[in-house]
């Protein structure tokens, strides 16, 4: 396909682990990320992965990359009330970033 | 706080009006990119400058220009706007051209009626 595509929805019980994924368009895209937006913020950025690494890890998260499926996925471990957000994967394309739509985390207590 | 500034932060304004949003990005950051938000569009790249100079055009209206002046803030114009127009305009910025981190602002909620 041509869109950076994302589940719109999850939901997940405060402490478990919560997994958004991503599908992106282009195989020789450099670099991946995550983004977080809190309502009426702007995007902050969380964590990117080169595209010649397969997981990077960073405290409580953890993103995985699989080149062959064009398959990004962001793993929160001991989700939060906090982490609750919309969350944006996103490729980069040269001078242009394409931006999935973004998945809402609900997290409940 | 990504250190890119945006004002204003909400604006009202009626269809065929023009405004203006103003973006500074973080110190030292060279390019500036200018993104869309709106519900049913997501997040849609409209215009990159680099330095001074247009590096690279998205899904950018020809009613919505933008520039980036010497002291490397930049400024995205809408004119005749539409009630379609009514979205959150980010600005981001980095510190090189391309295949790099972009960090974000806050935005500008834009609300035309």
């Known amino acids: 396909g041509e869109d950076v595509e994302q589940s719109l929805f999850l939901s997940v019980r405060e402490g478990d682990s919560s997994v958004i994924n991503c599908t992106y368009t282009?195989?020789?895209?450099?670099?991946l990320y995550w983004y977080k937006q809190e309502p009426g913020a702007g995007l902050q950025l969380l964590t990117y992965?080169?595209?010649?690494?397969d997981m990077k890890q960073d405290q409580r998260l953890t993103v995985l990359l699989n080149k062959k499926d064009k398959h990004l996925s962001l793993r929160i471990a001991d989700t939060q009330t906090g982490d609750s957000a919309i969350y944006f994967c996103?490729?980069?394309?040269?001078?242009?970033?394409?931006f999935g739509a973004g998945t809402r985390l609900t997290v409940k207590p | 706080d990504s250190g890119v500034t945006q004002t204003p932060k909400h604006l009202i304004t009626a269809t065929g009006q023009r405004v203006t949003l103003r973006c500074s990005p973080r110190?030292?950051?060279?390019?500036v990119y200018w993104y869309q938000q709106s519900l049913d569009q997501g997040l849609q790249f409209l215009i990159q400058?680099?330095?001074?100079?247009?590096?690279a055009k998205g899904n950018i209206l020809e009613r919505f220009s933008a520039q980036q002046f010497p002291d490397l803030h930049s400024e995205l114009n809408l004119s005749s706007l539409e009630l379609g127009d009514s979205a959150l305009y980010f600005c981001?910025?980095?510190?090189?051209?391309?295949?790099?981190?972009?960090?974000f602002g806050e935005g500008s909620w834009l609300t035309v009626v």
């Open positions: 110190s030292g950051d060279l390019s």
């Open positions: 996103a490729e980069s394309m040269g001078n242009d970033m394409r």
């Open positions: 400058y680099y330095n001074g100079e247009e590096r």
């Open positions: 981001a910025s980095s510190d090189r051209d391309n295949g790099n981190t972009i960090y």
């Open positions: 282009d195989s020789s895209s450099t670099y």
């Open positions: 992965i080169f595209s010649n690494m």
